[in-house]
């Protein structure tokens, strides 16, 4: 298991399966199943055995070994850039 999730951080558990649209500013930890789109201002990160499909935009987005993920990415862009 990792670290216990901070105040500004969601975490989606191993247990959890969440289909839909995620958005907001704070951090992501996915540790179950994802299916859907994420729009977050902050890092998204994929945890070994977490499923993830969909489109994903984020600050930053981190794909540990042994997670699975499809679909498409953005990362790196500020709020507004084109």
Known sequence: MGPIP???ESFL???HVLDGVVIG???LRVAGRLKGNV???GDLTIEAGALVEGELKAR???VTPGARMR???EFGWSSGAA
Do not use: K, L, V, Y
Request: charged content about 20%; overall charge negative; glycine content about 16%.
């Open 25 to 27: 500013q704070g951090n």
């Open 13 to 15: 558990g191993p247990d």
């Open 71 to 73: 679909g498409t990415m």
């Open 39 to 41: 729009d977050i201002e």
């Open 6 to 8: 901070t105040a500004a």
């Open 60 to 62: 930053r987005i981190t």
